[in-house]
């Protein structure tokens, strides 16, 4: 066994399935040993157990004989008379279980405790030996059993079974002794050879465990040694190695998290340029649309004012200096009506446009009542557009930009919903929360399909519309307002959310943090 750990020099690998198999090897065979020495003794001790209860009926025997004898005796005596009765129901009853002990006992066999047993022939000679004597109790015994009153215990054959059962008392006491003895020293003498058989299995045990000590351990514990200090020196190598691969991890990451706060810097940064030139743009625009507005009300609207005023004046004069009878006549009359309702309607179209570029309810009385205005003024007999909020006017203004944000992309929303998803229904909702200011535009008009960009964010996908020439469905281009309100939350750190399906309407929602 030990060639089997020196062959494993150049082979490390092998070292531990082989000694695994030679331990597993040890154990089976010391188990099957144990085992087996194990399964002998119980064997032995079952045995042996068994006939102690054979002896223990053996000399229950000679017990009952001496009973059986003195219950003969009272019978005999008159002093005894009186327990006539009692003497032979005792009788009766011992008598049968001595029958039964002795004839089982012949066999080697106790029925009640399920045991059988094989005597030996010299037990079996004692018990032919005893038979006469046994045959004598019986002979003896059945008469007395057949008593019935105490007159016939004087007869001459009542007499006579009770003397050949006295007679025959001491020879059955000794050789049922013999007997005993007999079967006494059987046992013994398989006990002993039990012990030799226990003694010798232990012996052989320990010489195994000797053997198997000097054979495979001890080489094993060698070579394991070795190879413990063989995986001592490797773990050496092994926990320097890692030192080294830690500091250079260590340094990488420092470097990784060094770029990456550089970068993340670095787009912090271009974030924050983009949303500055946004906000430029945004601001740019505001104050171009209020140059705008300020020009068409002041400059062209007071133009056209002028004009209205010189086409009344012209009128009023050309009344005058018409006679009666030929005014009706005069198709001047219907052209000047015709210009100055053309004017009058360029004069609101006019105004119209100045609001809507910079509606002046918006600088001087707050986001509240313009958002009414605008829905009053795109209310139309096809179109019902209402506005619900839960602030009031006596609460103090929101800021100048989150006023105009949240114009602006009603405004834009509005305007989409009336211009392309043919609704029948608007609703503006402005509601002040806990943590947030929410702006909520929804229509029940035709919706449409929207996909994310990750460069531009959520992209409009318009109804797609038929093409005149080919007949072939072609889709618009993605709309700019809605980019437009994407980019105006995004300045104030809103959260801007759209949802619409086709046929079921569109929803913009817009969460302005406190």
């Not at 500091?247 to 983009?274: C, G, P, V, W, Y």
């Not at 009058?344 to 205005?373: C, H, W, Y």
Request: proline share 3%.
């Amino acid at each position: 066994m030990s060639d089997l750990l020196t062959d494993n020099v150049n082979d490390g690998a092998a070292i531990p399935v082989r000694f695994t198999r030679l331990y597993l090897t040890l154990l089976v065979s010391l188990t099957i040993l144990l085992t087996i020495g194990q399964g002998v003794t119980q064997w032995r001790l079952r045995a042996a157990q068994d006939e102690l209860w054979v002896i223990r009926y053996a000399a229950l025997q000679r017990h009952q004989s001496q009973q059986i004898a003195k219950l003969a005796l009272q019978l005999g005596d008159p002093n005894e008379s009186s327990r006539f009765n009692m003497t032979v129901a005792e009788l009766r009853q011992v008598f049968p279980a001595f029958e039964k002990y002795h004839l089982q006992g012949r066999e080697g066999k106790v029925y009640d405790k399920q045991v059988t047993v094989e005597n030996s022939r010299k037990v079996q000679k004692l018990y032919d030996e005893i038979r006469p004597e046994f045959d004598a109790y019986r002979k003896s015994a059945n008469r007395l059993m057949a008593l019935q009153n105490q007159a016939e215990v004087d007869e001459p054959d009542v007499q006579a079974s009770i003397k050949l059962l006295l007679s025959n008392e001491k020879p059955f006491l000794e050789e049922i002794d013999a007997i005993v003895r007999e079967y006494t020293g059987g046992l013994r003498a398989k006990l002993a050879a039990l012990q030799y058989v226990e003694f010798y299995l232990f012996v052989f045990t320990i010489v195994v465990l000797i053997g198997i000590g000097l054979l495979i351990f001890r080489p094993a514990a060698r070579r394991l040694r070795e190879t413990f200090a063989q995986l001592v020196e490797a773990q050496n190598q092994t926990t320097a190695a890692n030192r080294k691969l830690l500091s250079a991890n260590k340094s990488l990451k420092e470097t990784r998290q060094q770029l990456f706060e550089a970068t993340r810097i670095q787009h912090r940064q271009e974030m924050d340029d983009q949303k500055l030139r946004t906000s430029y743009l945004i601001a740019g625009q505001e104050e171009e649309r209020k140059r705008l507005s300020r020009e068409l009300h002041d400059g062209l609207g007071q133009m056209l004012t002028a004009i209205k005023l010189q086409i009344e004046g012209l009128e009023a004069n050309i009344v005058r200096n018409t006679p009666p009878e030929l005014r009706s006549e005069g198709a001047y009359s219907k052209n000047l009506n015709t210009l100055k309702n053309l004017v009058t309607q360029t004069i609101q179209e006019t105004r119209t446009i100045s609001n809507d570029l910079m509606p002046s309810v918006l600088s001087d009385f707050g986001v509240i009542p313009a958002i009414k205005m605008l829905a009053e003024n795109d209310r139309s007999d096809t179109i019902d557009v209402t506005f619900k909020t839960n602030l009031t006017g006596n609460q103090e203004r929101l800021d100048k930009n989150i006023e105009i944000m949240l114009y602006r992309v009603t405004q834009e929303a509005v305007s989409n919903a009336v211009r392309h998803a043919e609704p029948s229904h608007i609703h503006i909702e402005l509601m002040d929360e806990e943590k947030f200011l929410c702006l909520e535009i929804t229509d029940d008009g035709r919706g449409f399909e929207f996909a994310r960009n990750s460069r531009k964010g959520l992209v409009k996908s318009v109804p797609k519309t038929n093409d005149q020439k080919s007949g072939k469905k072609i889709q618009r281009p993605p709309s700019q307002g809605l980019h437009n309100m994407q980019e105006r939350a995004k300045l104030l750190n809103a959260k801007f959310k759209l949802s619409s399906t086709p046929g079921k309407g569109t929803r913009i929602q817009v969460k302005i943090p406190y």
